[in-house]
């Protein structure tokens, strides 16, 4: 996964050494990262036995990986009874929208652009008024939604909800956590909310400052395999709660969980209510206003899985710089289209459909009317030497 302070670190090698290519000339020649990561005792072109080795323990660590799947609590989310029940309310949703709105409009002194999906040109997003006391507005949204007052905690930017400790989530030990899906997840429960109903993809974790890393090897070969073995492992460390959060990407990503503790951001926590894509300030601050191109295309994944829930996803602004980057445009597209083909056809055309309402499609280097199936095709073999996770049927 790619870290927050720099979203272009994950892809300085490019390669996905998927457990059946580690036998090819091509992957060979990337042994030394393997071994380092294997922890060989030496990065240099190996022997034949300690080639053997290298694979014998790839083998072994994905044999013993962790998966979503493994887990009840990270499965598919679904609340799914007749009537309504586990449905963001309408006016749940407005109102979380309008507030979400107001939020960044008293910070930037009322300035805000227009969005796109689910919204139509430069609107304020609805009459919020001013001042608006963001605490008690989102104790009446939870309260309108039913979540029992004892469950949680609310304070001017941040609320801390308790984990259903009978929920089947990944165990780790004191002072580690999870970040991204997990989190979300976790939070979709504590809300009783029909959201998030997509599987986890990836189970990312973080440590509290103050706690030894000891078991960062042994949870990150549980846990991130894909991270570690392709040189990208790393548990993040949060050292202040409000600096992680206000770090991330997105602003839906604002949140952690760690013991039975999910903590978000007020702005995140609106905008799982208000079906929200944003990008964050500390993004736009890092790219000078603009968004990194795997940003901007996650968040038309975020938004296409949205849509897929049955929400209607407004996206908030922004636009894509151009500068140079480690990769080209159609990598970023391309690895976000792998993604969401992991979750079916159905979901990879209408990540395509939001790509393209964007001018991603176009940008890749794809006809503007192309399909998710064509689009994966010619990416595949465009990219061949990245090895993504496309299917192999196509």
Same mark, same amino acid.
């Given at each position: 996964?790619?870290?927050?302070?720099?979203?272009? /670190?994950?892809?300085?090698?490019?390669?996905?050494?998927?457990?059946?290519?580690?036998?090819?000339?091509?992957?060979? #020649?990337?042994?030394?990262?393997?071994?380092?990561?294997?922890?060989?005792?030496?990065?240099?072109?190996?022997?034949?036995?300690?080639?053997?080795?290298?694979?014998?323990?790839?083998?072994?660590?994905? #044999?013993?990986? +962790?998966?979503?799947?493994?887990?009840?609590?990270?499965?598919?989310?679904?609340?799914?009874?007749?009537?309504?029940?586990?449905?963001?309310?309408? #006016?749940?949703?407005?109102?979380?929208?309008?507030?979400?709105?107001?939020?960044?409009?008293?910070?930037?002194?009322?300035?805000?652009?227009?969005?796109?999906?689910?919204?139509?040109?430069?609107?304020?997003?609805?009459?919020?008024?001013?001042?608006?006391?963001?605490?008690?507005?989102?104790?009446?949204?939870?309260?309108?939604?039913?979540?029992?007052?004892?469950? @949680?905690?609310?304070?001017?930017?941040?609320?801390?909800?308790?984990?259903?400790?009978?929920?089947?989530?990944?165990?780790?030990?004191?002072?580690?956590?999870?970040?991204?899906?997990? +989190?979300?997840?976790?939070?979709?429960?504590?809300?009783?909310?029909?959201? /998030?109903?997509?599987?986890?993809?990836?189970?990312?974790?973080?440590?509290?400052?103050?706690?030894?890393?000891?078991?960062?090897?042994?949870?990150?070969?549980?846990?991130?395999?894909?991270?570690?073995?392709?040189?990208?492992?790393?548990?993040?460390?949060?050292?202040?709660?409000?600096? @992680?959060?206000?770090?991330?990407?997105?602003?839906?990503?604002?949140?952690?969980?760690?013991?039975?503790?999910?903590?978000?951001?007020?702005?995140?926590?609106?905008? %799982?209510?208000?079906?929200?894509?944003?990008?964050?300030?500390?993004?736009?601050?890092?790219?000078?206003?603009?968004?990194?191109?795997?940003?901007?295309?996650?968040?038309?994944?975020?938004?296409?899985?949205?849509?897929?829930?049955?929400?209607?996803?407004?996206?908030?602004?922004?636009?894509?710089?151009?500068?140079?980057?480690?990769?080209?445009?159609?990598?970023?597209?391309?690895?976000?289209?792998?993604?969401?083909?992991?979750?079916?056809?159905?979901?990879?055309?209408?990540?395509?459909? @939001?790509?393209?309402?964007?001018?991603?499609? %176009?940008?890749?280097?794809?006809?503007?009317?192309?399909?998710? #199936?064509?689009?994966?095709?010619?990416?595949?073999?465009?990219?061949?030497?990245?090895?993504?996770?496309?299917?192999?049927?196509?």
């Amino acid at each position: 996964m790619a870290s927050d302070s720099d979203p272009a /670190s994950a892809f300085d090698d490019g390669r996905d050494l998927a457990p059946d290519a580690l036998q090819s000339d091509q992957e060979f #020649a990337g042994f030394g990262e393997l071994a380092r990561y294997l922890g060989l005792s030496s990065p240099q072109e190996p022997q034949d036995d300690d080639w053997g080795a290298a694979v014998s323990r790839y083998r072994h660590l994905w #044999a013993d990986a +962790a998966k979503p799947e493994d887990y009840a609590a990270l499965r598919a989310h679904d609340y799914a009874v007749p009537g309504d029940s586990g449905a963001v309310p309408v #006016a749940v949703e407005t109102r979380a929208r309008e507030l979400h709105e107001a939020w960044f409009r008293k910070r930037s002194g009322g300035r805000r652009g227009g969005r796109r999906g689910g919204g139509k040109g430069r609107g304020r997003g609805g009459d919020v008024g001013e001042p608006v006391d963001f605490q008690k507005e989102v104790g009446d949204l939870l309260e309108a939604l039913g979540v029992d007052s004892s469950t @949680y905690t609310l304070t001017a930017w941040r609320a801390v909800f308790k984990s259903d400790p009978e929920l089947e989530f990944p165990p780790l030990p004191e002072g580690y956590g999870f970040k991204g899906g997990v +989190a979300r997840k976790a939070l979709a429960h504590a809300l009783e909310l029909n959201v /998030s109903t997509a599987a986890v993809r990836d189970i990312d974790l973080l440590r509290m400052d103050g706690t030894p890393p000891d078991e960062d090897q042994r949870l990150g070969e549980r846990y991130m395999t894909d991270d570690l073995v392709n040189g990208d492992f790393g548990v993040e460390v949060v050292v202040y709660r409000r600096d @992680y959060l206000n770090t991330r990407e997105i602003t839906m990503n604002e949140l952690l969980f760690v013991g039975e503790e999910i903590i978000v951001s007020l702005p995140a926590l609106l905008a %799982t209510l208000g079906a929200v894509i944003r990008i964050t300030q500390s993004q736009l601050n890092r790219n000078r206003g603009k968004v990194h191109p795997v940003v901007g295309c996650k968040a038309m994944r975020f938004a296409a899985v949205l849509k897929q829930e049955g929400r209607d996803p407004l996206i908030d602004r922004f636009r894509v710089h151009d500068r140079r980057t480690r990769r080209a445009f159609d990598f970023y597209f391309a690895l976000q289209l792998s993604r969401s083909l992991e979750a079916g056809p159905a979901l990879a055309e209408q990540y395509v459909a @939001y790509a393209r309402t964007w001018g991603f499609v %176009t940008r890749a280097g794809l006809k503007e009317d192309v399909t998710a #199936a064509d689009a994966a095709r010619i990416l595949k073999r465009r990219l061949a030497r990245f090895h993504l996770p496309f299917p192999e049927e196509l």
